[in-house]
């Protein structure tokens, strides 16, 4: 496997599509300026990571991680190239990326040696290549981008692409925000953000591309998930901010006495190293009111899902009918979305600029759970009554820069989905599901019908966008072989009055388990829960 080499060295922002990178330790001096450059010439770049995912909750509870963890990124890349986004740069051990190169040809990949030899790593339980410690260095090297004028989309490598995001991203319903973010939401954590009133904001601090429809105060929790964000910040803004100190926190708890809870007894909570948690504080920490909105400092507003047009001038769904697409419209508008201000606590170079941070409506990033389940023929006539009969099997689209679309009745509205909290074997499965597991053409077909007897064993698929749709769940045949096949899916309206006869989950090891969790799939109110058994 040998990449096609460009003859000069890549010229920073020249546009045209992204070169091979040979890999290095960004450490290494012009190491980090030569992958950012080669790998994302137009200064819109995808930062991904995989390393080592040892930690107590996968040792134990998901060890199949372990070995998946390299299919998911090949599952991702294998999206992104359908979409004909090459512009991504893997942070990774040196091990894994001469792997990858020699592989996979992924001449794409970088590691590390930063904090190396930090004294910290040892009575943390901290080893080189372990995710905790990745996940603080890829947060480095995504603020020195933006530092030096790009743009960066982080994502884990369990999320799918089901269309570009950037025409929205640079639309104008997204554009005002300097940071974009999936929202953790549902069961314990409270609900979605609603519209309570609706008027024009005035002019404030936080840099915008113009005045904001707000509609309300969010009341309930504004958490954070990092596996999906977007930055276009720079130093001396408040997104850079809250990106920036999220790892300098890391720092100062790794150069402090290990966390021993008491419910460990005595053992080291590696787990309070985690990002996620330290970015939600440092938004919390760097807020600003807004007296004229009624806004307290950590709280958020609200817009409503109709404030402005979703995509870029000359763009639409990803779609082919503007009929289905002014359908998705709609359904997209009933998504309202948080947002706060940041500020940093001190200026940079003298500089200052209070940004706003979107908590991004959840059918552009969102979250799915999944549950298995036995006997989906059976479920769907249960529940649809002769619907199995003449359901049609989806194939993926054949077109240029297109994917495989979300399933059933989320055709064309998801785009990002997310599937944290579910164990990694599962979502392998659904992505096969899905139609979703690569970007392969020649795939099984069925007639009208006849898919749903494919296999005994089937994925029902929530998320926290459904609770808006007419159609609370879908139910997908999972493929009968480990061959690709086509996509064998329905949309159910609801699983809480189906009799428990007709409703049989199993565990991912493929053992019955009782079925009282799977109403919580509708809206996804299973927040981390089962996720490790089921």
């Known amino acids: 496997c040998q990449p096609a080499w460009p003859v000069n060295a890549p010229v920073e922002f020249a546009g045209g599509n992204p070169h091979p990178f040979a890999g290095a330790d960004l450490e290494h001096p012009g190491a980090l300026e030569a992958a950012f450059a080669a790998r994302a010439p137009a200064g819109e770049l995808i930062f991904l990571s995989v390393g080592d995912t040892r930690d107590h909750r996968r040792q134990h509870k998901d060890p199949a991680l372990r070995t998946i963890s390299t299919d998911f990124l090949l599952t991702l890349l294998a999206n992104l190239h359908r979409l004909g986004l090459e512009n991504y740069l893997i942070l990774t051990t040196k091990k894994l990326c001469h792997k990858l190169q ?27 290549g372990d995710m905790f410690l990745m996940w603080a260095q890829q947060w480095r090297y995504i603020t020195s981008a933006l530092e030096r004028n790009y743009h960066v989309l982080r994502a884990d490598t369990d999320v799918y692409f089901a269309e570009d995001p950037y025409p929205i991203l640079q639309g104008p319903l997204l554009r005002p925000f300097a940071m974009v973010v999936q929202q953790d939401f549902g069961g314990p954590l409270g609900g979605r953000p609603k519209c309570t009133s609706a008027r024009q904001s005035p002019s404030h601090r936080a840099a915008s591309s113009g005045a904001l429809t707000i509609c309300g105060i969010h009341r309930g929790t504004a958490l954070l998930n990092i596996g999906l964000l977007y930055a276009r910040s720079q130093p001396g803004g408040g997104a850079f901010a809250v990106l920036n100190g999220t790892w300098a926190r890391f720092l100062k708890l790794l150069g402090g006495p290990p966390f021993r809870p008491a419910h460990l007894r005595g053992a080291v909570e590696t787990q309070a190293l985690i990002d996620q948690p330290l970015m939600r504080t440092m938004v919390d920490e760097l807020a600003v009111a807004e007296p004229a909105l009624g806004k307290g400092t950590r709280q958020w507003l609200v817009v409503p899902g109709s404030a402005a047009p979703v995509y870029v001038e000359g763009r639409t769904c990803a779609l082919l009918s503007d009929r289905a697409c002014a359908e998705v419209a709609v359904t997209r508008r009933l998504a309202d979305f948080a947002y ?102 020649n795939r099984t077909e069925y007639s009208a019908g006849t898919c749903w007897a494919r296999s005994k064993k089937g994925i029902l698929f929530g998320h926290t966008f459904f609770t808006q749709m007419e159609n609370k769940v879908i139910l997908c045949a999972m493929p009968g072989t480990d061959t690709a096949e086509c996509s064998c899916c329905a949309g159910l309206s609801s699983l809480r009055k189906v009799q428990q006869a007709a409703l049989k989950a199993e565990t991912t090891s493929g053992r019955e388990q009782g079925s009282r969790h799977v109403p919580q799939l509708e809206g996804c109110d299973d927040y981390q829960a089962f996720w490790d058994r089921r």
């Open 102 to 128: 020699r592989e996979h040809c992924l001449y794409s990949c970088a590691w590390t040696s930063l904090w190396d030899d930090h004294a910290g790593l040892k009575p943390w339980g901290l080893e080189k």
């Open 340 to 441: 706060q201000v940041v500020e940093p606590a001190r200026p940079h170079a003298g500089v200052s600029v209070a940004e706003k941070v979107a908590l991004a409506p959840d059918w552009f990033f969102g979250r799915g759970c999944l549950t298995h389940v036995r006997s989906p023929q059976a479920l769907l006539e249960a529940v649809r009554p002769r619907a199995s009969k003449s359901a049609m099997c989806e194939m993926p689209p054949t077109g240029e820069r297109q994917a495989m679309p979300a399933p059933a009745s989320a055709k064309g509205i998801l785009v990002a989905t997310h599937f944290v909290y579910s164990m990694a074997l599962k979502r392998k499965r659904t992505f096969q599901a899905f139609a979703w597991d690569s970007s392969r053409s």
